[in-house]
């Protein structure tokens, strides 16, 4: 009660005018899918059958849809409320506060804590949810880790996707995952020594260029942000050489996205030497946005 003192008087002229360009974009963004009726599809917690990647893959969708269908239903609600035909609720005002600020709703960040502007994160929440339907058909065929490149950008959560990947390999190497290292290489023959070897796209490079041999200065005209070449991930035994030598590589984080703010793992990135140079630089790579 002490938290509804605080929230905005109902005031229907101010709240369509400012509410209804949001409820336009979500009715836009979900026309032509089914994703707001699409059945959810059971999260298991553990399968001793069913491949840690894979498990993965399917527990992401439904997560997915689970948050499209929350934020669906809270929108709706208010949507109601500006069209006169329901009252308004605590919950419905918290909404509209949050909104009215141009903030993302603590109910849908507590699920899944995206983008801090609600339009690009309604954006990325429809973007990542369309584009798992195909990592789900991929996963189910068995093409997903040998049908062409991946994107971690079109994951909600590509750290715990790494890790599933780290499981899948023990398993099939028989040992512990404790007993593995993470490898990169921009030649797609040194990840051999894993069992499971992934191919992804999508990454882009900050404060310098790669152009898949090794880091370069950015020139007077280069862009501050550039792609960097496909790469190849995977988990490998710790007693497996590495793709490159020590002096020759830099670990350049890979962040969530261009803020900064979290870390999904980090890669060892050809520089030709001088790593303090690149550490001056601001080098990091983040996941392109969706």
Known sequence: TDLIKFLPEFDKEK???????????????????????KKLP?????????????LFVTNERHSALKLIQQVHASLSALSKVIRGTALVTPEVQKLAASLLLHQVPDAWSRLWNGPDDPVHYLRSLVAKS??????VEKA????????????????FHPDTFLNALRQQTARNLKCSMDDL????????????????????EGLQLEGCTFDGIRLT???????????????SFAW??????????????ISLPIYYS????????????????????????????FLKNQ
């Open 217 to 231: 200065d950015n020139q007077g005209d280069s862009p501050s942000v550039s792609s960097v070449p496909p790469c």
């Open 181 to 200: 290292k993470f490898i990169c290489s921009w030649k797609a023959s040194d990840v051999r020594g894993g069992t499971v070897a992934v191919k992804i």
């Open 42 to 54: 059971p999260f298991v917690e553990k399968s001793n059958s069913s491949p840690p990647v894979v």
């Open 236 to 249: 490998v035994k710790k007693d497996a050489p590495e793709p490159y030598t020590e002096n020759d590589c």
């Open 15 to 37: 709240w369509a005018a400012q509410l209804q360009p949001i409820l336009n974009l979500w009715k836009k963004l979900n026309q032509g899918t089914d994703l707001i009726n």
């Open 140 to 155: 189910e065929s068995g093409a997903l880790l040998t049908g062409g490149s991946l994107d971690l950008s079109e994951l």
């Open 258 to 285: 261009a803020e900064r703010e979290h870390i999904v793992t980090r890669l060892n990135v050809p520089c030709g030497g001088d790593q303090d140079h690149w550490i001056q630089t601001g080098a990091a790579l």
């Open 130 to 135: 369309l584009a798992l339907g195909s990592w």
